[in-house]
Nanobody, 121 residues
Framework: QVQLVESGGGLVQPGGSLRLSCAAS????????MRWYRQVPGKQRDLVAT???????NYQDAVRGRFTISRDGAKNTVYLQMNSLKSDDTAVYYC???????????????WGQGTQVTVSS
């Protein structure tokens, strides 16, 4: 039974920092990429950052230069370091892992439960 467990969210002042973690339990084969999304009420869930299996990263324009995505392959964990946080960064953040439940199955997307990030003075 695969689970993605997120942690690290909370309340932070503008200009502050948070580090989100997402740890995968259970077996996921052929992980192609790990991603972070975010969503605010009434809005579409947007892609924030991606890291591929070979370590290539990509970022949404709004967070580029402030956020850093990284991974620990041994722990099947993906991180999002968030610096210089703004009020517009307030959202529920979701991690996503692109992989397979078995070695022969089609690609499957797994989602974390979401963690709230609130940037406010």
């Amino acid at each position: 039974q695969v689970q993605l467990v997120e942690s690290g969210g909370g309340l932070v002042q503008p200009g502050g920092s948070l580090r989100l973690s997402c740890a995968a339990s259970g077996t996921i084969y052929d992980i192609n990429a790990m991603r972070w999304y975010r969503q605010v009420p009434g809005k579409q869930r947007d892609l924030v950052a991606t890291i591929t299996r070979n370590g290539i990263t990509n970022y949404q324009d709004a967070v580029r230069g402030r956020f850093t995505i990284s991974r620990d392959g041994a722990k099947n964990t993906v991180y999002l370091q968030m610096n210089s946080l703004k009020s517009d960064d307030t959202a529920v953040y979701y991690c996503n892992v692109e992989g397979r439940p078995t070695v022969w199955a089609s690609i499957t997307h797994y989602w974390g439960q979401g963690t709230q990030v609130t940037v406010s003075s």
